[in-house]
């Protein structure tokens, strides 16, 4: 019914229809289509709304390639700004140096400067899959005023689950969780409220001890921060699954003695 309306140039039928679905849903109809019938999703949809598509893309990396090429370069500018920093430059880490500068020049410059900043992390390290949307407050103001913070930055943040803390230097000092900063009064310092033994991750340490880290302690989420405690970003527990289920993959195919399944695709 979906293909039909994008056949038949039924916009408002499609989006009506396309846009109830779940993003993992949208996602996965998108790639099932031709490239013809990818065309006429460009057209229909919006960067935002191609965005969240791409950000529930379950492709190989070197497929992202293929799908960027059918679109106009202004229009995956705008939707890779529209994507949560983190999967954007997972999808720029897959193209041409050229293509990338390219790319980051026409797009708004807060997004470009987001996504730059996670392209130079090595793979496979938390670096590699944290994001830089997050929510920081301090420690000398009021549970009012953080709950400003929350309000203001809560459609961009990746999580409103923890609030992490910083100093003037932006070096993490604390973290508190949502349900802590709801039962909180009003005025009580944030000082006086937080938990300031916060497990972090290191931003070269890899992925896997990541994952460890946060199964061991059960937060939803882990500040990542570098040598000198400064707060770099987050890694969320849906980001660590991918991790372990890459993990699993690859233990599985030694156990079964055959080459893991990235091996294969190299020439
Ligand atoms: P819920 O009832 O939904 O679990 P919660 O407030 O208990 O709410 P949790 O995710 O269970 O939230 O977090 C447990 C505790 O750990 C909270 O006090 C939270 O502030 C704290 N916490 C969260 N992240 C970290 C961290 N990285 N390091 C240390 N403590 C943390
Ligand atoms: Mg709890």
Known sequence: ???????????????????????????KFYVEQSPEVRKRMYEYLSPAEMAEIFDHLDIEEDEYKIYLSEMDPMFVAQMLAHMYADNAADVLNELDKNEVANYLTIMDDEAAKDIQGLLHYKEYTAGSIM??????????????????????????????????????QRQLVGVLSLRELLTSDDDAMIHDVMNDQVVSVLVDEDQEDVARKMQNYDFLALPVVDANNHLLGIITVDDIVDVISEEATDDYSKLAGVPDVDIQYTP
Do not use: C, G, W
Request: hydrophobic share 40%; charged share 30%.
């Open 131 to 168: 994001t830089t949307e997050y929510i920081a407050i301090h420690a000398n103001q009021t549970v009012r005023s953080a709950m400003q913070i929350l309000k203001r930055e809560a459609a961009n943040a990746e999580t409103i689950y923890y609030l992490y803390v910083v100093n003037e």
């Open 1 to 27: 019914m979906l293909v039909q309306a994008l056949r038949d140039e039924k916009m408002e039928e499609f989006r009506k229809q396309f846009l109830k679905l779940h993003p993992y849903d949208r996602a």
